[in-house]
């Protein structure tokens, strides 16, 4: 079972090592970053951070296009994640990251959650995620209030 995730990313180098980071420990087949023409060092910390790795892909557009007609970010993730043909592609963005050392086995149970939730008949799952920029007392307090945090994972229909 193969696993692709796309990260749009604009203006968040604080947080591209720890993205990058979590996304080895996490184990995902194929990553795609896709700067959205960041005005600050996302771009250079992305390329410097996902060099080593193969199954790390970084896109650039020049401009930010949020407010334009040019393109959705997160469905040019989803496309560019499409071409590895994963089983499964999931969305995040660069400051959200899963908390795969919660999970007794690793990286094998998210794997065997989908294969599961897969077989059952879900295409669409959503994970619980960690905001690197919110606060334990901020994530307790959403926490409290019935505020949900998750990352989106769709099943692969090629």
Same mark, same amino acid.
């Given at each position: +079972?193969?696993?692709?995730?796309?990260? *749009?990313?604009?203006?968040?180098? +604080?947080?591209?090592? @720890?993205?990058? @980071?979590?996304?080895?420990?996490?184990?995902y087949d194929?990553?795609?970053? $896709?700067?959205? /023409?960041? =005005? !600050?060092?996302?771009?250079e910390?992305?390329l410097?951070a =996902?060099? *080593?790795y193969?199954?790390?892909k970084?896109?650039?557009?020049?401009?930010n =296009?949020?407010?334009?007609?040019?393109?959705?970010? #997160?469905?040019?993730?989803a496309?560019?994640?499409?071409?590895y043909? *994963?089983? &499964?592609?999931?969305s995040?963005? =660069?400051?959200?990251? $899963? *908390?795969f050392?919660?999970?007794?086995?690793?990286?094998?149970? $998210?794997?065997k959650?989908?294969?599961?939730?897969?077989?059952? /008949?879900?295409?669409?799952? !959503?994970? !619980?995620?960690? !905001?690197l &920029?919110? %606060?334990? $007392?901020?994530?307790?307090?959403d926490?409290? #209030?019935?505020?949900?945090?998750?990352? %989106?994972c #769709?099943?692969?229909?090629?």
């Amino acid at each position: +079972m193969k696993i692709a995730v796309g990260i *749009p990313v604009y203006n968040e180098e +604080m947080f591209v090592k @720890q993205s990058v @980071q979590n996304c080895i420990d996490v184990g995902y087949d194929y990553v795609v970053y $896709l700067d959205d /023409g960041s =005005t !600050d060092h996302s771009y250079e910390l992305l390329l410097e951070a =996902t060099k *080593p790795y193969a199954h790390m892909k970084v896109l650039h557009r020049d401009e930010n =296009t949020v407010y334009t007609a040019t393109g959705n970010r #997160w469905q040019i993730c989803a496309e560019e994640c499409r071409k590895y043909n *994963p089983d &499964w592609i999931m969305s995040r963005a =660069t400051d959200e990251c $899963l *908390p795969f050392n919660c999970f007794k086995d690793g990286r094998d149970l $998210l794997r065997k959650k989908l294969q599961l939730l897969g077989g059952l /008949g879900y295409n669409y799952i !959503d994970f !619980d995620y960690v !905001d690197l &920029w919110r %606060s334990k $007392l901020w994530y307790r307090v959403d926490g409290f #209030w019935g505020t949900r945090h998750a990352v %989106s994972c #769709w099943k692969n229909k090629v």
